[in-house]
T-cell receptor, first 110, second 114 residues
Framework: EDQVTQSPEALRLQEGESSSLNCSYT??????LFWYRQDPGKGPEFLFTLYSAGEEKEKERLKATLTKKESFLHITAPKPEDSATYLCAVLQNTGNQFYFGTGTSLTVIP | GAVVSQHPSWVICKSGTSVKIECRSLDFQATTMFWYRQFPKQSLMLMATSNEGSKATYEQGVEKDKFLINHASLTLSTLTVTSAHPEDSSFYIC??????????FGPGTRLTVT
């Protein structure tokens, strides 16, 4: 069965303490992997799309990487405003349905 | 970036009534729109996929007669929750897809059925 698993479920960091979030997937035939940020009571905000293994994308303190089995979202020197739930989703070659992970809730403490 | 709006942002209704939620893509024409629901501290669950001018495709377990989806134009899709009950209370989120498979999400609608 196709699955998207995110770890850890929750992460607390001190401001400036870098870390990584993991998204493992087992879908057959990946068309794309997507990272979103979701604040409480709001819709997900698009961050990155990765299409092939080895690809990397950066935006401010965030960097997303992709292998054939997983993706990492690296957060460098996080700030309290980076606190949110980070969701990853995968899109298969067949169809247009996104499979979402359950997210990682990140809290950055000042 | 692409902007998607939803209206209303929150709604409270009585059990047995119907509620309509609008989803609009403001600065692009969406080939496909998606409707999700999200329970507290859980991820998004896809309810249905709709393409402009055609019937929506519902996911398994989602009642098409209860959750009516209309996709009348390339910028507007509506979700109507018919004869709402307390168990329908949830956070409903739409998304719109541009040609590059990326989905852009609306801000969500909080539905509370009393």
């Amino acid at each position: 069965e196709d699955q998207v698993t995110q770890s850890p479920e929750a992460l607390r960091l001190q401001e400036g303490e870098s870390s990584s979030l993991n998204c493992s997937y087992t879908v057959s035939g990946l068309r794309g992997l997507f990272w979103y940020r979701q604040d409480p009571g709001k819709g997900p905000e698009f961050l990155f799309t990765l299409y092939s293994a080895g690809e990397e994308k950066e935006k401010e303190r965030l960097k997303a990487t992709l292998t054939k089995k997983e993706s990492f979202l690296h957060i460098t020197a996080p700030k309290p405003e980076d606190s949110a739930t980070y969701l990853c989703a995968v899109l298969q070659n067949t169809g247009n349905q996104f499979y979402f992970g359950t997210g990682t809730s990140l809290t950055v403490i000042p | 970036g692409a902007v998607v709006s939803q209206h209303p942002s929150w709604v409270i209704c009585k059990s047995g009534t119907s509620v309509k939620i609008e989803c609009r893509s403001l600065d692009f024409q969406a080939t496909t729109m998606f409707w999700y629901r999200q329970f507290p501290k859980q991820s998004l669950m896809l309810m249905a996929t709709s393409n402009e001018g055609s019937k929506a495709t519902y996911e398994q377990g989602v009642e098409k007669d209860k959750f009516l989806i209309n996709h009348a134009s390339l910028t507007l899709s509506t979700l109507t929750v018919t004869s709402a009950h307390p168990e329908d209370s949830s956070f409903y989120i739409c998304s719109a897809s541009l040609f590059s498979y990326e989905q852009y999400f609306g801000p969500g609608t909080r539905l509370t059925v009393t």
